[in-house]
């Protein structure tokens, strides 16, 4: 899903390509929209598209959009020092938003990318296994062709 009108996505499309239900798709979305993450056009050729760019997009905008804002434990965004942890669990809350937030969506679609090419095998025999494959990404000595 990129962020372009002419490339909207749809639920049925999405399903197919990740292998989740319809209607698991549809909580996930309306809550992505609710976050203005994504936004959808209706009708017959509607669809999902992203708000923003892939490489404007981070993984911790959508992980919190979908995590209840990754709230470790309740105290982790007040001023709380109840106990002697509360810092710890600020720490990790910290570090982990720190990690999503350094990682876009458009990152993760070309490291995706680099692991397919490397995963996926040649084009004539989908070994992925095979170290011709995996080194040359062309047809291999396992190929009938």
């Not at 698991?24 to 203005?36: G, V």
């Not at 209840?68 to 982790?76: A, F, H, R, S, Y």
């Not at 720490?91 to 876009?104: E, P, Q, R, S």
């Amino acid at each position: 899903m990129i962020n372009s009108l002419e490339k909207l996505k749809r639920i049925k499309e999405l399903e197919k390509e990740i292998g989740v239900s319809g209607k698991y798709l549809e909580r996930i979305m309306r809550t992505l929209s609710n976050a203005e993450i994504v936004s959808a056009n209706r009708g017959v050729q509607g669809g999902y598209y992203l708000t923003k760019t892939p490489e404007n997009t981070t993984a911790g905008e959508v992980v919190r959009a979908l995590e209840d804002e990754l709230e470790i434990i309740g105290c982790v965004n007040s001023s709380c020092n109840k106990c002697g942890t509360s810092f710890v669990w600020k720490k990790l809350y910290v570090g982990i938003n720190a990690i999503l937030d350094g990682i876009t969506l458009a990152d993760m679609v070309k490291e995706d990318e680099i692991l397919n090419a490397f995963t996926v095998g040649c084009a004539s025999c989908k070994d992925g296994n095979c170290s011709a494959c995996l080194s040359a990404q062309t047809s291999c000595s396992n190929c009938s062709e």
